[in-house]
């Protein structure tokens, strides 16, 4: 009885909304009668966790009213007996563009393109046009029946669509996949907020970088901040009214790969902002971090085609990092169900829609089970979206949109028949279209043979057998128990098509038809057998996993199975360059505990400890990079003067070889510093070289340095492209730092006047501009001055704008024409980093001498030897001996230049730099003398954990040799099998150096990779 009244309740319930009239007035008469429906005979997944056999599923008025075994149907219902045929409920695609104007992309970068530094969007809007926080998805979605119906096959009833266009994207709508108006598709806006670092169709300079895109988004969340308390006072932005008016809403920031979603995250715990992110398909990289990260994923299951590798050369192109991708990405969402990672799945990013239901049967494969990955397309993105009540389930009250199959969903030969969508009926295949398949008995006229029907029940296969032996395949035409056969029967005369045309009775296909003669045939298939189903494979959650083995940290050949750990490791007997005051110790032993270095003497011991002989071998502080740009996605935002926002700790790349290239060459620490785009330049990052770490387990946070440049670079002298950005001229540049250091010395004496105050109450905080809080920050001696510089009068010049503005400049870099000016140099307090005998290769470096190091050194300068070039940093060793050669720089003052000296320049000296108890354990045991060209090391070590050996290196090789023939030999078995297989492009790493930018790379170059 309980049951009854509640029903009864829900009807009138469902029957009260749907009388309600809606806006739009109709030509011609309203004829509102119930839409009730009953389905049973089903198996109902009420969501991914409750099955019900054997039950009704009930709706009136497009509103789920029961699904359950015992379900009273009311007179007037439409009932449809399914006869177990299965229903879930209608899938939802939380990642798409469905209904939104096309993007279209103009030039905005390349040789010969015109920079643009302002915005162009007109009206009251914010002043970079990447920001399109007022786009509403609601308000510029349009239905597109071709798209709708796609998706609708594929089994979703829902979409949460928006403008994929700019760094903040607006908002997006949750819309149904019916055929009906706008009106009644849109079911939610806003439904979420979106943010990217693609600056989509924005033809502002501004950012022109992964660096500069974080940038903007953190001033834009400070801004909005400030608006939103006293902003409107001072102006009105529509930008940031949209901004803050959606930052309530589910927020999803659009990653481009696992690095990219995890500078996401950073930015979202700065803001206390937790995110969805739309992944990569990478994820199962670095899962540990991707599931610290804390926000749920829709991941993609777009997998890479196997490469074409049949040609020795052409794979050479391809990496042992694409290969192993190739074969682990259809386990990423395992990889992410394993760790508890919750996501959903999307059919976004594939080639084309059919590929959804295969790529998700070969993730099951691959370890998904069957319910998760119904949860991930159902119940999971309606708890996101905040609308469980509406969508993802088949419970009382929720919409009436569900699916109608043959079987399990997840089957290969599953049908799906219909698909509902708030109780609208959408035929996808007919549910009374019969099963034919079978052998039968065919009997034309007097000549007698078989019709064979396999294939699937929606798409049969047929053949006619003729005379034992001749098998023919005829085109057939199935429909509403009517069919059609041609054929010819003798392959000899191909235009002699006999053709027939019968109908289903009970189980014998009859008719009449023609031959090629013009003859009239009786024919009769009569049923002999059922066709037999390839036996089933087992439950998928039983079914062996395919090996795809271990990913890599980093994923990239030579890449570690687990991250190096310290270890306690005891280097004896070995000649020992502490860099520090004691000089060279012979026949000296070295403990390393902890990652530190505890204990330099003779014959000591450690039980515990791993045991290197140091015999005949020299062992060496890390060598120290003063300037680099490896392991970064991005080197240069060019798109202003001034870039002091930017941080390179936001584009750290862990993944890059060089990283591992220079540890063989004994580097244990750079600094990745901006490029030369612009006057004031952006946060350098320093980093340890821990190959298979993470970003922050790389990064030294203590050390806050920031890259000015003078010169040829900074007024564009050599840019292929017009020149409109300030400055043009020498003359300019140094304007540009009187110009943003008196800004920053305003604006912070604004900040100490508002934080000074007692009573604060009814005052208003400055804004927070990033930019000049950098540069506060120099001014106050907490950051500190790297100048990318070469000319004798630029140097001079900079020294006076900081002597003048109180500020010290920290170190000079390159500074190859430090020796005309070493003695200012060293009253200003200046340390000079220059390359050792690099010089000629432009016109403002003619003046370059081989010297300079040692004349610096010899004048008082803290002097130190960088390399600004992935390649030479492999070799800085020999690039400290050239100060020997060219200058007779004692060998220990050499080896300073690369150790101790750019430790000091960094301000890190008493963590490193030498060797000496209490320091990091960052060490290097050479093979021969450090300064000799033979010498290599042994060992690289950094903070205990052994990073590089010789040893391990001879092993990696073996290892990606014997990795990389098995994977070849996989994919030939892919293409064999009938896979598609691609050529391998041409391509190289991009090594960055200071000039360069975005957009413009010579041939067979890739971007970030």
């Known amino acids: 009885m309980k049951k009854i009244i509640t029903l009864l309740i829900t009807l009138a319930v469902t029957s009260a909304v749907r009388a309600q009239t809606p806006t739009f007035p109709r030509n011609g008469v309203y004829d509102e009668r119930p839409e009730m429906y009953a389905f049973t005979n089903a198996t109902i997944y009420v969501d991914a966790r409750t099955v019900i056999e054997n039950a009704t599923l009930l709706i009136k008025n497009g509103i789920v009213v029961a699904a359950a075994k015992d379900v009273q149907i009311p007179s007037g219902t439409v009932v449809t007996d399914l006869k177990g045929r299965r229903i879930y409920p209608a899938l939802i695609d939380m990642e798409s563009d469905y209904g939104m104007p096309e993007i279209a992309r103009g030039q905005r970068g390349g040789r010969g393109f015109s920079p643009q530094i302002e915005s162009n969007k007109k009206g009251a809007y914010g002043w970079n046009q990447a920001v399109n926080a007022d786009a509403e998805a609601g308000k510029i979605f349009s239905l597109n029946t071709t798209k709708a119906d796609e998706l609708r096959k594929l089994g979703f009833g829902a979409v949460l669509t928006h403008h994929h266009d700019g760094i903040v994207r607006g908002t997006g709508a949750l819309v149904s996949l019916s055929s009906e108006s706008e009106n009644s598709t849109v079911l939610r806006h806003p439904a979420s907020f979106h943010l990217s670092f693609s600056k989509g169709t924005s033809t502002q300079q501004y950012p022109n970088s992964p660096m500069g895109s974080m940038a903007l988004l953190r ?24 901004f803050n008016k959606h930052t309530s809403l589910p927020t999803i920031f659009e990653a481009t790969d696992k690095w990219s979603l995890l500078r996401a995250d950073k930015l979202g715990d700065e803001f206390k902002t937790q995110y969805i992110f739309r992944g990569s398909g990478d994820e199962y990289q670095r899962v540990d971090e991707i599931k610290a990260a804390g926000g749920s994923i829709i991941v993609p299951i777009n997998y890479p085609s196997a490469f074409d590798v049949e040609d020795a050369w052409d794979a050479d192109n391809v990496s042992l990092a694409e290969m192993k991708h190739w074969e682990m990405a259809p386990a990423n969402a395992a990889t992410l169900e394993k760790a508890g990672v919750n996501f959903v799945l999307t059919s976004a990013l594939l080639k084309t829609k059919t590929e959804f239901w295969p790529n998700l049967r070969k993730a099951i494969e691959h370890g998904l089970t069957e319910t998760k990955a119904l949860e991930a397309l159902t119940t999971i993105p309606a708890q996101l979206l905040q609308c469980s009540d509406k969508i993802g389930s088949l419970k009382t009250g929720t919409w009436a949109n569900f699916i109608i199959t043959s079987g399990s969903i997840f089957s290969a030969d599953n049908i799906l028949y219909e698909n509902w969508i708030r109780g609208k009926k959408y035929v996808i295949n007919s549910l009374s279209q019969t099963d034919i398949r079978g052998t039968y008995q065919l009997n034309l006229n007097d000549e007698k043979g078989k019709l064979v029907i396999t294939g699937k029940p929606d798409k049969p296969e047929y053949q006619v057998v003729l005379r034992d032996t001749v098998k023919i395949t005829p085109k057939v035409t199935f429909l509403n128990d009517v069919i059609s056969i041609n054929f010819q029967p003798d392959r000899r005369t191909p235009n002699a098509t006999t053709r027939l045309t019968g109908y289903l009775e009970g189980t014998t296909l009859k008719g009449s038809g023609e031959n090629a003669k013009g003859e009239a045939i009786k024919w009769v298939a009569t049923f002999q057998e059922a066709f037999k189903t390839p036996e089933a494979r087992r439950d998928s959650t039983q079914r062996p996993v395919p090996n795809v083995g271990k990913p890599l940290y980093p994923f990239v050949g030579f890449g570690n199975t687990e991250k190096p750990k310290s270890e306690t490791i005891l280097v004896k007997n070995t000649t020992v360059w502490t860099s520090e005051d004691a000089g060279v110790l012979t026949n000296t032993d070295v403990l390393v505990e902890n990652g530190k270095i505890t204990k330099v003497g003779k014959n000591l011991s450690a039980a515990t400890a791993r045991v290197i002989d140091g015999t005949g071998k020299h062992l060496t502080p890390g060598i120290i990079d003063e300037h680099s740009h490896i392991a970064l996605a991005s080197v240069n935002e060019g798109g202003q003067s001034s870039s002091a926002e930017v941080r390179m700790s936001d584009v750290v790349n862990p993944d890059d070889i060089n990283i591992y290239r220079q540890l063989a060459g004994g580097v244990t620490m750079s600094q990745l510093l901006h490029g030369s785009a612009n006057s004031i330049g952006g946060q350098s990052a320093v980093v340890k070289l821990k190959w298979g770490s993470n970003v922050n387990e790389m990064l030294v946070p203590e050390a806050q340095y920031i890259k000015f440049a003078l010169g040829e670079n900074v007024k564009q002298a050599n840019s292929p492209n017009a020149t409109v950005r300030y400055p043009q001229t020498r003359m300019g540049v140094e304007q ?9 010395r305003e604006y912070d004496r604004s900040w100490d006047a508002y934080n000074s105050m007692k009573n604060k109450i009814g005052v208003p905080a400055p804004r927070r501009d990033i930019e000049l809080e950098t540069l506060a920050e120099i001014l106050n001696g907490k950051r500190h001055i790297t100048c990318h510089s070469y000319v004798q009068s630029e140097i001079n010049m900079l020294i006076k704008v900081a002597d003048s503005l109180g500020f010290k400049i920290n170190t000079f870099t390159h500074i190859l024409e430090g020796y005309k000016v070493a003695d200012k140099m060293k009253k200003h307090g200046v340390a000079g980093s220059s390359f050792a005998d690099w010089w000629a290769y432009k016109m403002e470096v003619k003046d370059a001498i081989p010297y300079n190091a040692a004349i610096l050194a010899k004048v008082g300068v803290l002097t130190s030897i960088n390399s600004d070039d992935a390649e030479m940093a492999r070799r800085l060793n020999q690039e400290a001996a050239k100060a020997v050669e060219y200058g007779g720089i004692a060998e220990t003052e050499a080896l300073k230049m690369v150790t101790i000296n750019p430790a000091k320049i960094l301000r890190l000296d008493k963590r490193t730099g030498s060797i000496k108890v209490g320091k990091d354990a960052d060490l290097v045991l050479w093979n021969n003398h450090p300064l000799s060209i033979y010498a290599r090391p042994d060992y690289t070590i950094v903070e205990g954990a052994i990073c590089y050996s010789t040893d391990g290196d001879d092993k990696r090789r073996g290892e990606v040799e014997q990795e990389r023939a098995r994977l070849i030999q996989k994919m030939i ?18 090594m960055w150096h200071c000039e360069d930018v975005e957009g413009i790379m010579a041939e067979g170059e890739e971007e970030g990779k």
């Open 219 to 242: 001033q834009t969340y400070y801004d909005a901040e400030w608006y939103k308390n006293s902003g409107k006072n001072v102006e009105f932005n529509l930008s940031l009214e949209a």
């Open 973 to 990: 078995s892919a293409k064999t099998g009938g896979a598609t297989a691609v050529r391998p492009p041409f391509r190289r790493q991009r």
């Open 736 to 744: 540009v730092f009187y110009d943003h250091f008196i800004r920053a």
